[in-house]
């Protein structure tokens, strides 16, 4: 019989794994805080369904990764109030973030989500922990992808340098 062999929900967690959870789920639940103000200052309907989405998929994460974190006696990060509903007309515009600043905003959080994901993966012994990670990285790849396409269609992108002058061969 190996080292750490047998069912991983009876392995114990190593203090890698241990906070490479906690500061994801502690990311996420200011993250679902900052969206539900971006969803309280955007006008656009599309944004507004994205970021209910990814407020959707991070409070499912939080909810998972907190019952394995309290189910190895780890006390979880604190969650912050939810926001209340806030009309856009009521924010003063010199205040409120603009549509592709929300969007800017939350396209780096997703790069930054992913990289998360695959640091916790790279560092786990337990096969568990690791594949609960492969699918959040998976759900944040494609809700990356739908937040490229929304950035291309509303014209929100923002390109680096394009490299246009290609020699042809004759």
């Known amino acids: 019989m190996g080292i750490l062999s047998g069912d991983a929900k009876d392995q114990p967690m190593h203090y890698g794994e241990i906070i490479g959870c906690w500061a994801f789920m502690g990311a996420n639940n200011g993250l679902v805080s900052a969206y539900e103000a971006f969803i309280n200052q955007t006008g656009d309907k599309d944004l507004v369904d994205f970021l209910k989405e990814s407020v959707k998929m991070m409070r499912s994460e939080a909810t998972e990764v907190g019952k394995l974190l ?6 979880v990060p604190p969650t912050l109030p939810e926001r209340p509903s806030a009309s856009l007309d009521d924010i ?3 205040v409120r973030f603009m549509d592709p600043e929300i969007s800017g905003a939350v396209s780096m959080n997703v790069g930054q ?4 994901c695959s640091q916790v993966m790279g560092q786990c012994l337990r096969e568990d922990i690791a594949m609960m990670f492969g699918k959040f990285h998976m759900e944040r ?7 490229l396409a929304l950035n291309k269609e509303k014209g929100w992108i923002i390109p680096p340098p394009l490299h246009t002058n290609i020699s042809k061969k004759e």
């Open 113 to 116: 989500g992913l990289v998360s």
């Open 141 to 147: 790849a494609k809700l990356g992808g739908k937040l």
């Open 70 to 75: 309290i189910a190895n006696g780890i006390a």
């Open 92 to 94: 003063p515009v010199g």
